[in-house]
């Protein structure tokens, strides 16, 4: 395993705790998890949040098989770099169209999602350029 692939690896285990880690607490707690305190949920929203906790939590599984078989991987490290990014670019969306959260973590959150993926395409194109010119 060269350098590249390693970082990659490294990149996409990162992932998958991110999704390992929102996924589950998501799934358990519900939408109730961001909500003001005394604010009722409904059914309606509640059921939107976790299956996209389930989401989350399942790029998450595939970004650890990913991680085991870099070594394999293709064009899918784009995809999932693309699905990365766009997670991203949900947030700046939020961000312009309802406000600005008071929530610091957030801005980690949204730099590591449209950061990581530009690492990631960056180390697949390096990565490829180097099988085709072998």
Known sequence: MNKKERILQILFFLVFLIGLSGGITNLI????????????VTPYADNVYRYLAGILLGAG????????????????VYIMGAAIFLSGLGRVI?????G???EVRLYVYVTLELGLPILIWILQ???Q?????K
């Not at 707690?29 to 009722?40: R, S, W, Y």
């Not at 599984?61 to 899918?76: E, T």
């Open 100 to 102: 600005i959260p008071a």
């Open 94 to 98: 939020s961000m312009i169209t309802v």
């Open 129 to 133: 350029k180097e099988k085709v010119s």
């Open 29 to 40: 707690k519900g939408v109730a998890l961001i909500m003001p305190e005394g604010t009722a």
């Open 61 to 76: 599984f595939i970004a650890l098989w990913m991680a085991f078989n870099i070594q394999k991987q293709g064009d899918l």
């Open 125 to 127: 194109f390096l990565r």
